[in-house]
C-alpha cells in the first residue's frame, strides 16, 4: 500500500493523472491503462463516472464526510484520473491521442482459408465499407504481391461500398491456406482524408460463410488471446480445422505464440508450446491451423484441437484472425456443452467460421448477451480468461463460476439473454449453432460479444445482399442491448416499432434490456443511436449459410489500470483542499500528475 498526497487551492477542478513507463520488453495486461473519472466526497464514498468522458457529472465534496451526490454544482469539485495508454502511447487527452474505435482511415484485412464446395460454387472474398461522416476515396491493395491488386472506391455517407478481392493475385491464393509459412496476402485499405470509415471482411461460398468487422490499423494491440473453435468433425480429415491468421502492419514484425497444452498445430511437431514466427513486413501474413490425429483404417476417427486460448504477442501492432475453415457448433444432447464429442451428436452443418481478434488490453469485466433469432435449440456463449491466476464470475442461472489458467474457457447454452460479471478481464464470444440443433435452415457462425465498459451510443452497421450460387442472405436481424429504459432509434424510427419487429426485455433486474429485431430482406446500410449506452450485433441466414459481427461504434479503448485504487480523500485545510489517495498495488506506475480545470473539461 503507497499514500500519495497533494495540495490545491478551493475552486474549480483537480484532474490526477496516474502515469507509467514499461520496465519489461513484453508488457502484459496490467501495464495498461484506460480513463477513468471519479468524484470523491469522502474516503468512503465515491462514484466512478463515464469511462469516456473527460470529467464525471456533478459529483461535490463537502466538508463533512456523505454520499456522493449527483446534480451539485459546488465550486469545489475533485477528480482523481488515470488516463489510458496504448502500449507506448500518448495520453487520452492529447490531440496526437491514438484512435480506439471501430472507425479509422487506415485497416489491414484478410481472408483464411474456406471450405471449397468445388468450382460450380465460387469462392467470394468481399470487402464492405461505409461511413456516416462525409465523402471519402479508399484505396485497396495487396502490396506484398507483383503485379498488385489496386483499386479506389468512392465511399460515401449511409451507403455501402462493395469491393471483391480477386481469388488469386499474382497467382498467389489470397484465401490464406498454407499454415506455418509467410504469406503475402494482407490486404491495405488507406483512406484519402480525414473522414473514417468502417470496414468489414466476408468469406462466402455457397453454404459456407462468416464475416468480421475490421480493426483500424491504429486501434490493434500487441497482445492477443485466440478464440478459434473446434467441434468434432463430420469425419473427413481437412474439415473443422480451427485457424488463426497473424497480419503484419509494420516491417520487421515478429511475434511469439504460446498453444494451449496438449495441443498440436500443423508444421509443428507434437509437444510444441511456444514458437516464434518468422520476421513479418508490412501485409504479409501467417497462418496457424490446428493439426488431426487419425485411428487410420477404412472408416477412420480423427482427433481435433480447438486453437481457444493460444496467446500472441508482437514487439509491433498486429491484426488477427481467428476461427475455422468449416466448423460444427453445438451438440444434439439436450443442454450439455462440451469441448469435444462424438460426430454423430454435433448438430449439423458446419460452416466458415471467422472474427478479427480483440487485444487483450480492450477486454472487459462486464458482458451482456441474447440468443439468437430462429435459434430456438439456443446459441452458445464461451468465456474466457486472461489470467494467468484464477478469475471468478457470475453467469446468470449459474452457480459462481471460475476459470484458472490464460485461455481457460467453458462453454454455456444461451436459451434467452444471460449477464456475466468477473472479478478480472475476460473476453466472451457467442457461436450460433447449426441447423440440425433446431430444425431451422440456418448455420453457424461466431460473434465477438463487446464489454459493457465500451459501449457507445451511436452505431452503424451493413448487411450484405451478396448472392453466392444463386441463393443471397434473406433473413438479417440485429440483436440490441440498452442500458435502462431510454428510447433506441434504428433508421430514425424508435423502437419497437413495425417498421422493425422486436421488443425490449429487461434481463433479470440488470437495468440492461435486450431484444432482436427483423431487418429488411434486402440488407443495406443502417444506424442506430440510443439516449443511453447501448451495443449491438448483426447476422443474417439464408439456406444453410449465416453471417454475423458486432455493429460499429463501441470503443476499444484500453480496459486495464496500472494501480488499483483504494481511497481518495479531500479535506479543506485553511483556504486550500488536500488531497491524498491511497494505492493497494502498482505495476510499472511511475509517477502522478495533478492538473486543475475551472469548467471540469480544459485542463491546466
Known sequence: R?????????????????????????????????????????????????????????????????????????????????????????????PAATNTSYTGTDFWLGFMQNNDNGVSNPLYQMIYLSTSAGTTNVTITTPGLAPIFSTTVSVTSNAITAVQIPNLVAGVTM???????????????????????????????KYTADGYLAIPSSAMGKEYIATAPMQVSSGTSGYGR???????????????????????????????????????????????????????????????????????????????LQGNICGNI????????????????????????VEMAIPTTSWGKKYYLNNYTRKTGGSIARVVNYGPGTTTYSFSGQPTQTLTGTGAYKDYMVNSAVAIASDKPIYVMEMCTGSTCDKDSTDPFIMNILPREQWGNAYSFICPSLSSGGQAFLLHNVNILKQGTGKVALDGVFLPNPAFPGSFTQIGTTGVYYGSFTLPKTGGFHTLIGDSAISAYVYGFTDDDAYGYPASGASLAPVALPIQLLTFE??????????????????????????RSSDGISFE
Open 2 to 94: 503507497r499514500r500519495h498526497g497533494s495540495r490545491a487551492r478551493c475552486g474549480g477542478w483537480l484532474h490526477l493523472d496516474a502515469g507509467f513507463r514499461l520496465r519489461s520488453a513484453e508488457p502484459s495486461h496490467h501495464a495498461l491503462a484506460l480513463p477513468i473519472n471519479a468524484g470523491f466526497c469522502s474516503s468512503e464514498h465515491c462514484r466512478y463516472g463515464s469511462a469516456r468522458t473527460h470529467h464525471s457529472p456533478g459529483h461535490s465534496l463537502e466538508d463533512s464526510p456523505r454520499p456522493c451526490q449527483h446534480g451539485k454544482t459546488d465550486a469545489r469539485h475533485y477528480q482523481l484520473h488515470q488516463p489510458w495508454h496504448r502500449q507506448f502511447g500518448p495520453r487520452f487527452n492529447d
Open 242 to 320: 480451427a485457424e488463426i491468421l497473424i497480419i503484419a502492419t509494420t516491417n520487421g514484425t515478429t511475434a511469439t505464440v504460446t498453444l494451449p497444452a496438449g495441443v498440436k498445430v500443423v508444421g509443428r511437431a507434437a509437444g510444441t508450446t511456444t514458437f516464434t514466427t518468422p520476421t513479418l513486413n508490412a501485409g504479409q501474413t501467417y497462418l496457424i491451423q490446428s493439426d488431426q490425429t487419425s485411428t487410420g483404417g477404412l472408416f477412420p476417427t480423427y482427433t481435433v484441437y480447438d486453437l481457444t486460448g493460444t496467446k500472441i504477442t508482437s514487439n509491433n501492432n498486429i491484426g488477427v
Open 570 to 595: 479531500g479535506k479543506k485545510v485553511n483556504k486550500d483542499i488536500e488531497l491524498s489517495w491511497m494505492t493497494a498495488t502498482e505495476l510499472n506506475n511511475d509517477f502522478y500528475t495533478l492538473e
Open 175 to 205: 484465401a490464406t491456406s498454407t499454415p506455418n509459412a509467410v504469406s503475402n496476402t494482407g490486404v491495405h485499405l488507406q483512406g484519402s482524408t480525414s473522414v473514417p470509415f468502417t470496414a468489414y471482411g466476408l468469406s462466402r461460398q
Open 330 to 353: 453445438g451438440y444434439k444432447v439436450g443442454a450439455t456443452v462440451s469441448p469435444s464429442g462424438a460426430a454423430a451428436n454435433l448438430c449439423g452443418y458446419c460452416d466458415h467460421l
